[in-house]
């Protein structure tokens, strides 16, 4: 029932052998970043708060070396995950691919680092990953991240960390279009195992909180459906508290009060009140539950998550059916049947639920979910449990 994580190490192996297989040699750099899971803060980046995330013992991994012949000047990759291959130039600027081209994430690392005067030169690359793609624990990062930390190594330069993953989060709005806030690409860098990263999306603050405690386990379970929505819903929720925080007169929702919301009500439409409801109780959430994992108090940080989940739900129009439905259903397996809390995770309209599970209960919790959610939805559910993973490794290579 549960889908099992393939050690780094071994991953690592895995792909130097399909390095040798496709290229005739052993890859001389090998860099790996994990993909991750945000424990409770949603839809709070943007409007400059708290995110905690942990980064998960899910991996891309890229092994490379110069090219056996000389005189060229492009990068050339491999992705043993959907036996593509494509190449691009390392002109300056790397040109973009089509919009969605998953190059698009590799290309703007590359032309970041040149825009910082490092050229990486050329390369030949087999990149694997045990990140699900586009199921919202951050394969995109993961991607970018594997990819600055290669070039580090290949150029024998160390960017200082929050530079890098700085660097990577402008890959992704400049050559992938998409927007997004801080949250992945700091925690696919800065993660550290054993920890998690309660990170302020204002300060650019982040602070590790361990999560030792050997009694717990973090179970995602994807719902394995993506709700392609027509209305540009992201855009919309950043402009709806916008507005909000305008009207309340503050430069952003993190530093609204909820006194202060409901005292200005009658000021706010009921859809804009609702949002800022969310975003102004999910910092308060947020930073109690970190409180909580220091505490190791596990029934309050659960209780959190399912509050996250409702005001994601009801207040915020996030969620769907089937992430209700994983939640709805661990709900019903209770502190007595071994889960703590469990909530939608990401940015939502499906992709993945996050459960707070009592370790020796993880295998029965799994497979209750995974047969109530099937027969509910009539979806094949994936589940895998992870512990709080290290951030961007070097594998190989590095000095
Ligand atoms: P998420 O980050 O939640 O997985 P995104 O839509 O942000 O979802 O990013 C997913 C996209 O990133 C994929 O559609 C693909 O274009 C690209 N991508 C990420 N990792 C890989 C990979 N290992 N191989 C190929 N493409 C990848
Ligand atoms: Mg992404």
Request: glycine share 8%; hydrophobic share 40%.
């Given at each position: 029932m549960i889908d099992q994580n393939i050690p780094l190490s071994q991953l690592a192996e895995q792909t130097a052998q399909q390095f040798q297989q496709r290229y005739g040699r052993a890859p001389k750099w090998i860099a790996a970043a994990p993909g991750r899971v945000n424990l409770i803060g949603e839809h709070t980046d943007y409007n400059d708060g708290f995110v905690f995330p942990m980064a998960i013992e899910r991996y891309t991994v890229i092994a490379a070396d110069r090219p056996s012949v000389t005189g060229r000047n492009d990068i050339n990759w491999h992705c043993a995950r959907t036996n593509q291959t494509a190449s691009f130039p390392l002109t300056k600027p790397v040109p973009k691919a089509e919009p969605k081209h998953w190059t698009n994430y590799i290309r703007g690392v590359f032309a970041g680092f040149q825009n910082r005067g490092l050229d990486a030169g050329p390369l030949d690359v087999l990149m694997a990953s045990t990140v699900p793609l586009g199921g919202g624990l951050s394969s995109s990062a993961a991607l970018e991240v594997a990819t600055?930390?290669?070039?580090?190594?290949?150029?024998?330069?160390?960017?200082?960390?929050?530079?890098?993953?700085?660097?990577?989060?402008?890959?992704?709005?400049?050559?992938?279009?998409?927007?997004?806030?801080?949250?992945?690409?700091?925690?696919?860098?800065?993660?550290?195992?054993?920890?998690?990263?309660?990170?302020?999306?204002?300060?650019?603050?982040?602070?590790?909180?361990?999560?030792?405690?050997?009694?717990?386990?973090?179970?995602?379970?994807?719902?394995?459906?993506?709700?392609?929505?027509?209305?540009?819903?992201?855009?919309?929720?950043?402009?709806?508290?916008?507005?909000?925080?305008?009207?309340?007169?503050?430069?952003?929702?993190?530093?609204?009060?909820?006194?202060?919301?409901?005292?200005?009500?009658?000021?706010?439409?009921?859809?804009?009140?609702?949002?800022?409801?969310?975003?102004?109780?999910?910092n308060e959430r947020t930073e109690h539950a970190a409180h909580g994992v220091r505490a190791s108090n596990w029934p309050t940080v659960g209780q959190l998550m399912y509050a996250s989940h409702l005001s994601l739900k009801d207040d915020y129009e996030v969620s769907c059916a089937e992430l209700d439905a994983v939640v709805e259903i661990a709900h019903d397996i209770g502190i007595d049947g071994g889960v703590y809390g469990c909530r939608m995770t990401g940015g939502g309209f499906g992709g993945c639920c996050v459960a707070l599970v009592q370790t020796d209960a993880t295998k029965a919790v799994a497979a209750q979910i995974a047969d109530a959610y099937e027969k509910r939805t009539k979806i094949k559910p994936t589940l895998f449990v992870s512990r709080p993973a290290a951030g961007a490794t070097v594998v190989k290579g590095g000095v």
């Open positions: 600055a930390t290669l070039i580090e190594i290949v150029s024998n330069q160390r960017l200082e960390r929050v530079t890098k993953a700085l660097l990577c989060q402008k890959a992704e709005h400049d050559y992938a279009g998409m927007p997004c806030g801080i949250m992945d690409q700091f925690i696919s860098t800065l993660g550290e195992q054993d920890h998690l990263l309660l990170l302020d999306c204002r300060s650019r603050a982040p602070e590790l909180v361990p999560m030792t405690d050997p009694g717990v386990e973090v179970l995602i379970v994807n719902t394995n459906v993506k709700h392609e929505l027509v209305g540009g819903e992201y855009a919309q929720r950043r402009r709806q508290c916008e507005e909000a925080a305008k009207a309340l007169g503050v430069p952003a929702l993190r530093d609204a009060t909820a006194d202060a919301l409901e005292g200005n009500k009658g000021k706010l439409d009921p859809v804009a009140y609702r949002r800022a409801k969310h975003v102004i109780g999910e």
